[in-house]
């Protein structure tokens, strides 16, 4: 063990060795850090230059072998054409998208493979909407690991591909990805499977993963905080990551204050909007039944992390909102045309919801706005195109060629 502890939820109890589950009473652990080395802490947060580097923060031993390609330390990009757009202060975009492969359920899986691994892993399973499952896959591939990913049968094929082509044997469940995880809940003890499932029910050892995104965010800009952090929601757990990892940095003196935090969903899958919007306690999110949209990568019908995740919007003073589908599409391609960002439909949400908030006037003219693009429109690819207008087409003939771009200059 490092320097962490697993914790129980429910009976409180300090587990001895590493475990998925409390060993006592089967409640979801939470991981504890001692923060007895406040200097050396301190310090690795100011040096950090790689994910890994992040360690004293994760619940995993100095011994264990660490399965890794380069995730983490993404750039946070200014968007001033947004923020001139939406009429406030700053914005900056988090972007995820540049990760292996393509979401930040690489940093997550980084950490959960390489655990799985010292624990003796024969086989890892994984239930997920795609981008779990892809980062899952790789990094199972990278580790020599057998990884089976269990995904709804309306998954876009482009991303079924990419878990296959990493090696992963998928199967398609025809239900939800809540289905899914439920579905492999019922199997994966029997089946000796360690289930990595990016939720804190199933896999505490990826909760943490997330706390780097604010430790990475602080130090790239100076350790200021904005005044709003749009996260999107599909589990839930990456916006309570991102907060708690503001409460360490806040904690450790680093910064001087907290972000609002503010969970954005789809309107056809909006679960903790709905709790938010009610006023309900974190622990009456209600289910919602047949989820519909096109943001595919937050279609959670169940947010198993919303708890938490609605938790840290009511504790930061925050807020949820849910976009239509239409003004996802808006929200992608402004940011694609206006700052050369191509984010995928779940995290669009973010600029959308950025966006209704400003016109409602929760968000102000002299607000920082940070988003985090969780990954990149590249994983959407048939949504973009399905959307997109036919290109002019010519002849080999310079005459042709000119007359189509003088007919775009027109439209102009
Ligand atoms: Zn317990």
């Known amino acids: 063990m490092g320097n962490y502890s697993l914790v129980c939820r429910s009976c409180g109890e300090r587990c001895e060795g590493d475990a998925y589950r409390c060993p006592s009473c089967g409640g979801i652990l939470n991981t504890e850090y001692p923060f007895d080395r406040r200097d050396a802490l301190c310090s690795a947060l100011r040096n950090a230059r790689q994910y890994w580097d992040y360690e004293p923060f994760f619940p995993i031993g100095r011994e264990c072998e660490k399965v890794t390609m380069g995730e983490g330390f993404t750039p946070l990009v200014p968007a001033p054409g947004i923020a001139r757009a939406f009429g406030i202060r700053q914005m900056s975009i988090k972007n995820e998208g540049l990760n292996p492969t393509g979401t930040f359920k690489d940093r997550c899986m980084s950490i959960s493979i390489s655990k ?8 890892v399973v994984i239930g997920s909407a795609g981008n779990a499952g892809a980062a899952a896959a790789a990094y199972a591939a990278r ?7 269990m995904v709804p049968t309306s998954t876009p094929p ?4 990419q878990i296959q082509l990493y090696g992963a044997r998928v199967i398609l469940v025809r ?11 019922r199997v994966y003890r029997e089946r000796g499977w360690h289930n990595v499932t990016t939720a804190s029910a199933y896999n505490p050892f990826q909760a943490d993963s997330e706390k780097a995104i604010a430790y990475e965010m602080a130090k790239a800009s100076g350790w200021e905080v904005p005044d709003w952090l749009f996260v999107p929601i599909g589990g839930g757990g990456i916006l309570s990551g991102i907060y708690r990892g503001y409460l360490d940095l806040f904690r450790l003196g680093l910064v001087k ?19 938010f919007r009610a006023g309900r306690k974190p622990a009456q999110i209600e289910r919602v039944e047949n989820p519909a949209g096109i943001a595919v990568a937050i279609a959670d019908a169940y947010p198993l992390d919303g708890e938490t995740a609605l938790q840290a919007i009511y504790d930061s003073g925050g807020y949820s909102e849910s976009v239509s589908s239409a003004e996802i599409l808006e929200a992608q391609r402004l940011l694609g045309r206006t700052e050369g960002i191509f984010a995928e439909a779940a995290s669009s949400t973010t600029l959308a919801a950025a966006k209704k908030l400003r016109e409602k006037g929760v968000v102000q003219a002299g607000d920082s706005v940070a988003c985090v693009v969780t990954g990149s429109g590249l ?30 200059e027109a439209a102009v």
């Open 116 to 123: 799985a691994k010292a624990l003796g892993a024969s086989a």
């Open 379 to 408: 994983k959407d690819l048939q949504l973009a195109a399905r959307h997109m207008p036919r290109p002019a087409e010519v002849e080999i003939d310079p005459e042709q060629l000119n007359r189509a771009v003088d007919g775009m």
């Open 175 to 185: 239900g939800s990805v809540t289905d899914c995880i439920d579905l492999i809940a």
């Open 143 to 149: 580790a020599g690991i057998p990884c089976y990913v």
């Open 158 to 161: 482009e991303r079924v591909a």
């Open 257 to 275: 204050k907290l972000p609002r935090m503010v969970g954005t969903q789809e309107e056809g899958c909006c679960a903790v909007v709905n709790a």
